[in-house]
């Protein structure tokens, strides 16, 4: 995997919430969630930042939700503004790298390792004029995470959704430093059930994972999960790393 590689995931906050407070600028100020308002049962499918102070969160019952914010605005998704909203977003993308590789609805990789060379070499100064290009055409704020593979750019992301300005670097040089101390549930790709399945195996923090002898992982999953855990292991001990397990990206 080359390290001198620059992939950046693209994320947007409160996407579908933030679509609806950009279409509706009378509720700016207001705090704004995306569900059925008819359905008190229904679940919440975004909420903006505002709301989610008042301890409003994505999956959360409305009923719930109008509890913690008697002022919540409840507004009937639109899948279908969501999807324009999102490929009008990636079209700003490839005005900036050709490279594009959509994740989900609201977050998608870009390879921008050619580009800086064309938009004057600053990486700060071209991520920020991509996070000003689409908050300015789609009204959505977007969290950038940037590595020198997806799967590091992805895990930068979670720091960047913290930081003020929306961005964060996870290098091979700060993995120990960044990324190693912080608890294995913060890994790509583990839920609840594989957290209990580390913690039963004496590992706590992604670096617990990194530092292990790839055979020692095989050997302590095979123990609590069976004989099969061998790929699942040499997923987990890669993504640590942050190796792409399957080493492929876009037109790569």
Known sequence: MPKDRIILLSDCQSFYASVEKAAHPEYADQPVAVGDPSRMNGIVLAACPLAKSYGVTTASRVGEALTKCRDLVVIRPRMGTYIQVSLLISEIYQGYTDLVEAFSID????????????????????????????????????????????ILAKMANNFAKKKTGGTFRLDYDNLDTELWPRPVHEMFMVAGRMTKNFYRMGISTIGDIARMELGELKRRMRTTLGKQSDIQAEYYWQTARGIEYLQHFLCA
């Open 107 to 150: 977050e998608q990789f870009l390879d921008v390792t050619g580009s800086l060379r064309v938009f004057g070499g600053d990486l700060p100064e071209l991520i920020h004029s991509i996070q000003q290009h689409v908050l300015l055409s789609t009204g959505v704020w977007t969290r950038v995470g940037i590595g020198p593979s997806k």
